[in-house]
C-alpha cells in the first residue's frame, strides 16, 4: 500500500463514546501532522509530530489525545466529544516542515459525526 | 492575526481559463503552496512558490508577489475534472502552514 491511508474513513459516535483515529504513511517521511477541515473553514492544524516527538498543538481542547510510536503511524484519540467536533480529519505526512519546497501528502480523511 | 483570502467559489466554462486569487497577511514567509482538492477526497499538491514571479506547470501555472503578500493560480484550457476546490496557503516563520478557506471551482460545459 502506497501514501497516506486513513481508518476509519466514516465514523459516528455518542458524546460518552472514546474511539481512536489511525493514520498510516508509507513514505519515508518524518513529521506528521492532523488537521480538522470543517464546511468552508480553513484547514486548522491540530498536531504535528516531527521526528515522533510533538512540535504543536495549538491549544486543542484535552479530549483529543494524539499518540505517535514511530514515524510511519499515528493516532487520534478521542473521548467525550461535542456535536461541534463532527467534521472531517485529515492526516498528512511530510519531510522536514523547513525544509525547500516540502509539501504535505494526505490521506483520505475520516469523516466524524457526534450525535 | 494570520489570515488568507480566497474567493469562496467560482464558475468558469470548459476549454476556457480561469484566475484565483489569494491575498495573505501572515507572520513571517517561507513560501506559497496551492492545492487541490476534489469533493470527498484528499487535498492533493499543486505548485510551490517562493521567490517572485510565474512557476508554470502544464495546464496550471502559479504567480507571486511578496511585496504585495498576493498570489493566484491560473488554470488554462479547463477540463470538467477540474471541478474542485483550490486551497491557498502559506509556510509563515515557524515553519507552520496557514490555510485559506478554498476557492469552489465550478466548470460549466
Known amino acids: 500500500e502506497t501514501g497516506v491511508t486513513q481508518t476509519p474513513r466514516h465514523l459516528v459516535m455518542g458524546m460518552t463514546n472514546k474511539k481512536s483515529l489511525k493514520c498510516e504513511q508509507h513514505?519515508?517521511?518524518?513529521?506528521m501532522y492532523w488537521y480538522k477541515q470543517s464546511a468552508k473553514k480553513p484547514l486548522e492544524l491540530m498536531f504535528v509530530y516531527s521526528l515522533e516527538e510533538r512540535v504543536e498543538n495549538n491549544s486543542v481542547p484535552s479530549r483529543f489525545s494524539p499518540e505517535c510510536p514511530n514515524s510511519s503511524h499515528l493516532f487520534l484519540h478521542l473521548h467525550t466529544l461535542q456535536p461541534e467536533d463532527s467534521a472531517l480529519y485529515l492526516c498528512?505526512?511530510?519531510?522536514?516542515?523547513?525544509?525547500?519546497?516540502?509539501?504535505?501528502?494526505f490521506g483520505p480523511g475520516t469523516r466524524l459525526t457526534v450525535t | 492575526g494570520q489570515n488568507i483570502d480566497q474567493p469562496t467559489e467560482m464558475t468558469a466554462t470548459e476549454g476556457a481559463i480561469v484566475q484565483i486569487n489569494c491575498t495573505y497577511q501572515t507572520s513571517g514567509f517561507n513560501g506559497l503552496f496551492w492545492y487541490q482538492q476534489h469533493a470527498g477526497e484528499a487535498p492533493t499538491f499543486l505548485s510551490y512558490n517562493v521567490l517572485d514571479g510565474l512557476e508554470e506547470k502544464g495546464r496550471f501555472s502559479s504567480f507571486l508577489s511578496r511585496s504585495k503578500g498576493y498570489s493566484y493560480l491560473l488554470l488554462k484550457e479547463l477540463q470538467m475534472k477540474d471541478s474542485a476546490s483550490y486551497l491557498c496557503a502559506v509556510r509563515d516563520s515557524n515553519y507552520q502552514l496557514i490555510w485559506g478557506a478554498g476557492t469552489k471551482l465550478i466548470i460549466k460545459p
Open positions: 513514505l519515508g517521511h518524518n513529521a
Open positions: 498528512a505526512s511530510s519531510q522536514d516542515p523547513a525544509g525547500e519546497s516540502y509539501e504535505q501528502y
